[in-house]
């Protein structure tokens, strides 16, 4: 490992001050200066090429704001460059390379000590505030941040509206000056929303004219609230704009104290901004000396039968019920709850069969029947079964089969009840067997006041983060903030929701646009894995509802594919086993791909287009290629030089049809073999809404004398 770091400080108490850094390739220049009247101002350069133009950094408290009157008390630089070896990922090791600047303010008025810490990284530039200890300034409430983006153009922007309670919109592609959210056009699937007008959510993918690709998002979300970003649709300037509690303000704090960092990764090349690694290198290492309990995984469940209507999560038809004045063995069953012992034995079983490590069974515990649109506080206990599922007999025959079951936790928003309850839920998963959870938010959140991305609530994440860690437990959380790179630091706290899933291709008439996945790994993975739910195989909902319109908007290879292209350490094969049954030839490639990865190479993207991506398997000679494409078909390519030289492989072929189209036919698929190698150029033919997924294994002897070696 190696680790340089160069310190040199210079003392300043001129009010007009300029320092400019480069990032360690050069191809970034940071300005920082004060203005006549001592505002903090940057700005960014990419190969001379504006970025962000002067923008002001401050913010305003309940009594005074931190945004003037500043003059300079030191500057400190340090160029640092190390490895580090995340626990899973998309690779085995990832490097640590900046230039950081960090400027010590003092605004003479209040006598008040600001700092800001610039990291320059060769893809992009992290900066946040700093609150040393100082006698003038110990307990504090931010009202506003006011960090300023201020874009060099009107850029391609895919957007969503800001919103405190939700990122499960479907995505705009437009004109940084046409992003023009609106409160009273929302999507009214979505159950629990809070838009505010004229915002936007990070992360933000923008594309400029003359060929830069700018994110900007934030890193390390702890103790404050997200950020979104108010748009000046004239000037192309952004601004952030926290979440606020019921009382408008946006965070209590104390010193010393930290803010998130704001991040902007940029580059010419769209591969570039999906490879980078500067969020999770701005989050802080592994809290968890242990890790060796941490096993990523794939999983399948009754989830899906919800989602289409034909099961349920409560155990009967009854309402207005409480968990203790309710005798849950006396209500009428409605036999359709899904997550009954029978039905779980038949998950069981496919795991089994199929080497599937896990079984998530949602509605396995009381307080279903009136969980929702209540506002209800104690709405579930976490550890009472309804009466027909038998929890000791599955522990039983799961264990006996080889799978571990997961515990679900949905909340219905009541963070108060789930706090006051996580001990004993986890003492009860423990003495039960599961080892993971997946938590839920769906609801308004309670306390009540509060959002699901305000401060208080964040910070609930992360104690469940901290809890289920202390308890060696697994953590997907759903309808959370949306990541920041904290897994680097909880590492336990596998994957997310936080964003318009594949669940709303079954219940929403507009469901999600063909182009929505190729959207996602420029937006919302920026800052960490997604639980998509992929691998819907039946892809019409008409196929359960005869008059629904409702349709998965993607090929069943896509489907596939997805497992590739949005990377996660716990897949679902979400769809019934039963639809996997009759498609068994192509399930074979969800059995094979891995979860945790050596290597990964962005082969070509384009935001909103299409994406095609390889990963190496953890420990493993195995590559897994997954190519998708919005509405458009196209050809994929796909170079195999990351082959090692003078082996051959055997490339297995999970195509769309000739005649395959996410609308009219998208169950059509083909299967093809072949020998390749790190010379072959794979040429992928994607149907409308499709995509591609491969396999490559190294070939013995009898497969390369049987097979055809890869020809365009």
């Not at 959510?201 to 998002?217: A, E």
């Not at 082996?647 to 093809?672: C, F, R, S």
């Not at 020998?675 to 040429?683: F, M, N, R, Y």
Request: net charge neutral; charged share 25%.
């Amino acid at each position: 490992m190696k680790h340089l770091i160069l310190f040199f400080f210079v003392l300043f108490v001129e009010q007009s001050f300029s320092q400019t850094i480069q990032s360690p390739d050069k191809r970034f220049t940071l300005s920082f200066s004060l203005s006549a009247s001592g505002e903090p101002v940057y700005q960014l350069a990419f190969n001379k090429r504006p970025v962000v133009k002067p923008g002001k950094l401050g913010l305003e408290l309940k009594d005074y704001a931190l945004l003037s009157g500043f003059s300079i008390v030191k500057t400190d630089s340090a160029l640092v460059d190390e490895n580090w070896n995340p626990v899973w990922g998309e690779v085995k090791t990832i490097r640590n390379h900046y230039r950081e600047l960090t400027v010590t303010l003092l605004q003479k008025e209040t006598s008040r000590t600001m700092r800001m810490r610039f990291r320059l990284f060769n893809d992009g530039l992290g900066f946040r505030y700093e609150f040393p200890n100082q006698p003038k300034l110990t307990h504090f409430v931010v009202t506003n941040e006011k960090t300023e983006f201020n874009m060099a153009g009107d850029h391609k922007t895919f957007w969503i509206p800001g919103d405190y309670d939700t990122n499960e919109y479907s995505y705009y592609t437009t004109k940084l000056s046409e992003a023009t959210p609106d409160p009273a056009k929302t999507f009214d699937e979505i159950a629990v929303k809070f838009p505010i007008a004229n915002t936007v959510q990070t992360p933000l993918m923008m594309k400029s004219s003359d060929g830069l690709y700018i994110n900007i998002h934030e890193a390390a979300l702890v103790n404050y609230p997200a950020m979104m970003l108010s748009v000046n649709r004239a000037t192309y300037g952004l601004t952030s704009h926290l979440v606020s509690d019921g009382m408008g303000n946006k965070a209590y704090l104390q010193t010393p104290f930290n803010t998130p960092w704001r991040t902007i990764i940029v580059s010419d090349k769209a591969t570039d901004i999906l490879a980078s690694k500067t969020i999770l290198n701005l989050n802080e290492p592994s809290k968890i000396e242990d890790v060796s309990w941490i096993k990523p995984t794939k999983f399948v469940g009754v989830w899906w039968q919800m989602q289409l209507g034909i099961g349920t999560w409560s155990y009967a038809d009854s309402s207005n019920l409480t968990l203790k004045n309710t005798d849950w063995k006396k209500l009428k069953p409605n036999g359709r709850h899904a997550a009954n012992t029978e039905n779980t034995k038949r998950y069981i079983d496919f795991a089994a069969k199929h080497g599937i490590g896990g079984v998530l069974v949602e509605g396995w515990d009381i307080g279903w029947e009136d969980w929702f649109g209540q506002w209800k506080e104690e709405v579930f206990d976490f550890v009472t079964p309804y009466p027909d599922f038998d929890l000791k007999e599955l522990q039983r025959y799961a264990a006996a089969k080889g799978v571990k079951l997961i515990m679900h936790h949905e909340t219905s928003g009541s963070a108060t009840n789930y706090e006051r309850r996580m001990d004993e839920a986890f003492q009860f998963m423990k003495a039960n067997g599961y080892d993971a959870v997946k938590t839920g938010y769906v609801g308004r959140i309670i306390p009540r006041g509060e959002h699901h991305d305000s401060q208080w609530t964040v910070n609930h994440y992360l104690r469940v983060a901290e809890k289920t860690a202390a308890y060696k437990i697994m953590l997907d959380a759903h309808e959370p903030v949306r990541p920041t790179g904290l897994h680097r630091t909880y590492p336990n706290w596998l994957a997310s929701e936080a964003a318009r899933g594949n669940e709303f291709n079954a219940f929403s008439a507009s469901g999600n646009p063909p182009d929505h996945e190729t959207i996602l790994p420029f937006t919302r993975l920026m800052g960490g894995p997604m639980d998509y739910t992929p691998g819907i195989f039946q892809t019409k909902v008409s196929h359960y509802r005869p008059n629904s319109p409702n349709i998965v908007h993607t090929t069943l290879v896509k489907q596939l594919a997805l497992y590739v292209i949005l990377c996660s350490p716990v897949q679902m094969a979400a769809d019934l086993v039963e639809n996997y049954e009759q498609h068994l030839d192509a399930f074979q490639f969800i059995e094979d791909v891995a979860v945790d990865w050596d290597d990964t190479k962005i082969l070509e993207a384009e935001p909103g287009d299409f994406i095609t991506s390889a990963r190496k398997a953890k420990g493993k000679e195995e590559w897994y290629i997954g190519a998708i494409t919005d509405e458009n078909a196209r050809i994929a390519t796909a170079s195999l030089n990351f082959l090692d030289a003078g082996k051959n492989y055997v490339a297995t072929l999970y195509l769309d049809g000739e005649k395959a189209h996410w609308k009219d036919n998208p169950m059509e698929y083909q299967i093809q073999k072949f020998i390749v190698s790190t010379k072959t150029i794979l040429k992928l033919k994607l149907a409308s809404g499709g995509g591609a997924a491969i396999s490559v294994k190294p070939a013995s002897a009898d497969e390369v004398k049987k097979l055809k070696k890869y020809s365009n």
